[in-house]
């Protein structure tokens, strides 16, 4: 039975990128395409590469990893899909009419690229969403050269709820385990590059 779900939804997947692909023909994205069908289209385009670069780096990851880290990954991998889906979905409820696919893929590739950075920090130990800098240059020209008041004033001060938590905690401690990156640092860095809709 399983069997049949996998080829079920693995022919589902090569008509959509049959399709996906076929619709993008006659598309040029470029500044010139304004149009609704275009711009989705475009962003459906990018969209697919952002993700496919999300789940080769995810892949990556986990093979690199022993059983203990693979089960925090995963979890952490679970509370962001949860996360996504809860911020994203509601992009799609129709209330922004014909905007609202654009919105939706809008905020999945937001979403994505928020991970994909994630994970590319816990492959490499590089952080690339610019947060330490921010507080090295709010440190010295804002908060009197107090770092734990600058880390909070970058981080702000928005609560993205349970899920979002669970999701940053989850995360946090694989940073912390891999780079002893601390926990707080951690949850402001995420509360930084979290995507706001």
């Given amino acids: 039975m399983q069997l049949l779900e996998i080829i079920s939804k693995l022919a589902v997947a090569m008509i959509f990128c049959v399709s996906s692909r076929a619709a993008l023909a006659g598309t040029s994205c470029s500044s010139n395409a304004l149009t609704n069908p275009d711009i989705i289209n475009c962003s ?10 999300l789940n080769e780096q995810y892949k990556a990851l986990m093979l690199e990893f022993d059983a203990p880290f693979k089960a925090d990954l995963l979890a952490a991998q ?6 996504k889906g809860s911020y994203c979905e509601d992009q799609s409820d129709g209330e922004l009419g014909a905007e609202s696919p654009i ?20 492959r490499t130990g ?60 951690c949850m402001a860095r995420m ?5 706001i809709f």
């Fill in 44 to 53: 459906q385009a990018a969209f697919v590469k952002i993700d496919k670069l």
């Fill in 78 to 83: 679970k509370s962001w899909i949860k996360l």
């Fill in 103 to 122: 919105e939706k893929l809008s905020c999945n590739m937001q979403f994505t690229s928020f991970r994909l950075n994630e994970i590319i920090y816990l």
């Fill in 126 to 185: 590089v952080i690339g969403d610019g947060f330490y800098k921010a507080v090295s240059v709010v440190n010295k020209k804002a908060t009197a050269m107090d770092y734990v008041k600058a880390v909070k004033y970058v981080a702000g001060d928005t609560d993205f709820g349970p899920i979002w938590k669970s999701y940053a905690e989850q995360n946090c401690v694989l940073a912390h385990k891999l780079y002893g990156e601390v926990e707080g640092r």
């Fill in 191 to 195: 509360q930084f590059q979290m995507p």
